[in-house]
């Protein structure tokens, strides 16, 4: 199965896993019977896992149940029905797909983009329904007593899909085309297992769920892995990704995309009555066996529609599933019908609308940016672009490779993406738009800083500039890594102060910053003497430092924060850790031969040490320590996975705490997995732990190992 979904819910006061068919191990009398059982197993687990994401049974025992029951169904074909899920996949892929005339039109929503849009949808909807409406200016809001009810729901970023069932079974799938047409999708859509095949309970005799086909982040992840390792093309958001995978002839394909569906709309229903409301509808939905997203809300007025938005907006980018927007919709269904439709859109409903996280914009052109350690970047120079919520000129293209690997020249038109607070990145090149002067990318030989010779290694993927601190960029760079808050913690040491104090030739190595006095900062653009004399004190202060944040202040290549806490831990002192040489760099925790001879490299430079020497004749100090006990982490060379929310840790409080003692957290469970250590909504994690044998630990447990092996040390 793939991996854990979050987001659908159950149905009101409704199964959960403790109400599955009874697990009965005796196995039925007759193969009719077994088969019988089996499928009613078989979905349920499937909808445990795919609707509600709560799995109860390790794959591996779901694997045998389903292999159990196609061998009774190629054994007795006559027990073979077209709901068993082995018949999720069949038939030969098609020609071509057929048209289907929507029996009640697919509608398209209204947007709105702003707190005024919000407010005059209210408006709107209140005056449509005869409530009293103060004659206000903008963003006065309704009193309680007026305010007219709305459901809250996202807007999936995927495609729309109407699913006809017909006495409780799936008859028919359709795009919505234009709204009017669309086309027939329905061997793809079989293949889709959050989708039933066959509706729970008590069924009406046509019931037509509209929703939104789409893919998780994380199963988008996989896929393009995976299409990328096949030579295949791979995908550029998981919209693309989940259209590409219906739009596919051929079933088999499809049935390959881990596609995934959210239910929000109704189209024709015959044999009962329609819900009251829209939030009961999408109760009735769940009930039917229907994923529906747990993200919902029932709120009154524009007020509670904006606060809505907002609690939404704040955790998007946590989201599993790429969502552009929110939508409402006028709870109650006879509201609904007395507000009706104009044109295409109803008037009862809204979609507002997130700031697009991907936008096309041109390359202007590519330059290259000095790293701390000599990488030189290729970096994209863009139109402006607002994009993610703020306004995008740079977007950086990694390396060399990745520039020939997007093909982005000059001149381009490119898809720009910013989500959260990550990096804006080129996603993919509108090749169509490339003008006919547009040029690729040359990696120069030369450092555009200090004009040294730009090596690539051949097993690197990054080019570098050889200058090292000859080269200003170098340097400042070092300087800013040294200032960090991580690092030596200066507080106000920041790249505009260090631009200067390089570029007027005032400081070449951190050791220099020790000699810095208030009329020489204050002499700098943009200093005061207020701002100089704070800068003088913090590099003052930053003398009294620890041991780990000096090493990792150095900026040794692959010496990271965690390494340089591993490095004071095991030698204690500086002087054996520059003593030491690569077997002993060994011994160290997590430290392997490349960073070894990094670090060794980096004290066998007379320069390097010289600065050191410097900084302490500064004053720059720690605790000196004694070197860690010579005996063993008393978890060393224990594996444990973390799964799930914890009570009172956070995942990386826990990790901290592991590897303290010397343990290794990893990623994903296997045989060589010691523990796992699952809090509140483990999923697949658990289940393979479960599977594989593999011991599993709550908090409690966990801290009793920690004690336990506090003891033997
Ligand atoms: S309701 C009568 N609800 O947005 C209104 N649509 O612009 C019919 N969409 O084609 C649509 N999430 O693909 C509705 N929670 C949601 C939605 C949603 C995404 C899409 C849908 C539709 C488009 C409308």
Sequence with gaps: MPSKKIGAQPPAGAPGAAARPEASADKPSTPAARADWLRE????????????????????????????????????????????????????????????RHRMPMLSLNNGFDDDDVVAFDRRCAQGLGRAVPAGGEHDLFSAADAVEYACELKFDGLAMSLRYENGRLVQAATRGDGETGEDVTANVRTIKAIPLKLKGRAPAVIEIRGEVFMYRRDFDRLNARQAEAGEKTFVNP?????????????????????????????ELDGEPRPPTHAALLDRFAELGMPVCAERDVVKGAQGLLDFYRSVGAKRDSLPYDIDGVVYKVNAADEQERLGFVSRAPR????????????????????????????????????????????VTNATLHNEDEVRRKDVHIGDTVIVRRAGDVIPEVVSVVLERRPAGARA???????????????????????????????????????????????????????????????????????????????KLAALDRMADKSAGNLVAAINASRQTTLARFIFALGIRHVGEATAKDLARHFGKLDALMAAD???????????????????????????????????????????????????????????????????????????????????????????????VAGEEAGSKLAKALELGVPVLDEDGMREILAGSDMNR
């Design 582 to 676: 690569e077997a002993a760099l060994l011994q160290v925790n997590d430290v392997g031969p490349v960073v070894a001879r990094s670090i060794a490299n980096f004290f066998a430079e007379g320069h390097n040490v010289e600065v050191i020497e410097q900084l302490r004749a500064a004053g720059v100090q720690w605790p000196e320590t004694e070197p860690a006990a010579r005996a063993p982490a008393p978890l060393a060379g224990k594996t444990f996975v973390l799964t799930g929310t914890l009570p009172t840790l956070s995942r990386e409080e826990a990790k901290e705490m592991l590897e303290a003692a010397g343990a290794k957290v990893a990623g994903s469970v296997s045989k060589k997995t010691d523990y796992v």
């Design 441 to 519: 990318f040359v990696m120069p030989r030369q450092c555009p800083v200090c004009g040294s010779h730009v090596e690539r290694l051949p097993d690197e993927a990054v080019a570098r500039c050889t200058g090292g601190l000859i080269c200003a960029a170098q340097r400042k760079q070092a300087l800013l890594h040294f200032a960090q808050r991580r690092a030596m913690d200066i507080e106000g040491l920041g790249d505009k102060v260090v631009d200067q104090l390089v570029e007027q030739g005032i400081v070449r190595t951190p050791a220099d910053l020790y000699k810095l006095g208030v009329a």
């Design 239 to 267: 919209r693309n990704a989940a259209a590409g995978s219906l739009r596919q002839l051929d079933p088999r394909i499809t049935a390959r995309r881990p596609l995934s569906f959210f239910a929000y709309g109704l189209g």
């Design 41 to 100: 197993q078989i979905e349920h687990h499937n909808y445990l896992y795919y609707v509600l994401d709560t799995p109860s049974i390790p794959d591996a025992e779901y694997d045998a149940m389903f292999r159990e029951l196609q061998q009774l169904e190629a054994e007795h074909p006559e027990l073979l029905t077209p709901e068993s899920p082995t018949q999720r996949v069949g038939g030969q892929p098609l020609t071509a797909f057929a048209t289907v």
């Design 348 to 391: 009862f409903a809204l979609a507002h609308k997130f700031p697009a996280q991907e936008m096309t914009t041109v390359v202007e052109d590519i330059e290259v940016q000095v790293g701390r350690t000599g990488a030189i970047t290729p970096v994209a120079r863009l139109a402006p672009v607002f994009v993610g919520g703020v306004t």
